[in-house]
């Protein structure tokens, strides 16, 4: 095989997309010492439209159809995106050929005074971008009061600053990444925020007939984070998930056994239908499945069925 030369990466413009997007950078440079790797930095329409939630302008194509149109017309080879991000329904001509390791896939809680939702008075407002979140804060929380928190990370953290919101949710793997663990008052446990599929993990996206690029990325990918993204996306392709279903999947591997533990609740917290599978790690794309369509069972197919009928068409 014949080492590459030099490699675009096609990125969004955000700090916390670009410290992913040169994290891979410095991977591939270490890997191909004698290979230029450059950054292509694009805005998306996700990045662009801040004053609607994500469930009512699009979803979560808003932040790659941008990176996609490079890699289609040649100005990029490669795109990296935060996982959850990702649609699970990638169509050709793109493919998602590697999943680097995992990092904190937890949600945190982000306050300048208090320690936990626990902590929080009635009333007190809790910003997430994520009706997953949403969902779960209310069916805990009913007395606290849940808002849509959109922009970048360092935009969210100055609206809570300037006192708009007592508290805000967000990925603990974002803010680890832009050394910003300080900002975290707690950590949420999957017990009780269970993480989105793919959350803390990154993703790279490729042309599907790029197999030159998918020999080169192979080095980089974390053979355990795959098989739990795996499920954990089966899980949101088979109920259709998007920004508009508040839906979790977080998968473990432990001795050989990956264990998944998938929900879909109402927005307003009110009904969560909850399930947990395991299996060996070689069954995660029907562990995945087999949770979705327990779900399903359970009554999530009403859940999904409503909120179908007051999905937004998207602009």
Known sequence: MSLPQRLVIATRASRLALWQAEHVRDRLRTLYPACAVELL???TRGDQILDRTLSKVGGKGLFVKELENALLDGRADLAVHSLKDVPVDLQAPFELCAVLDRADPRDAFVSNTHDSLADLPAGAIVGTSSLRRESQIRARYPKLVVKPLRG????????LDKGEYDAIVLAAAGLERLDLSARIRSLLEPADSLP???QGALGIEIRDDRD??????APL???DTTSCVVA?????RKLGGSCQV??????????????????????????????????????????????????????????????????????
């Open 246 to 315: 508040p839906l979790a999947a977080y998968a473990e591997i432990a001795g050989g056994t990956l264990s998944l533990r998938a929900l879909v609740a109402s927005p307003d917290g009110v009904r969560v239908v909850r399930t947990a599978h395991s299996g060996p790690v070689a069954d995660a794309q029907s562990i995945g499945e087999v949770a979705a369509q327990a779900l399903l069972d359970a009554g999530a197919q009403d859940i999904l069925r409503e909120l179908l009928q007051d999905e937004p068409r998207s602009d």
């Open 196 to 198: 989105a599929a793919g």
């Open 232 to 236: 954990e996306r089966a899980v949101s």
């Open 212 to 217: 030159d690029m998918r020999a080169w990325l």
């Open 221 to 223: 990918i974390s053979a």
């Open 41 to 43: 930095t694009l805005t």
């Open 152 to 159: 970048n990370l360092d935009t969210r953290l100055g609206k």
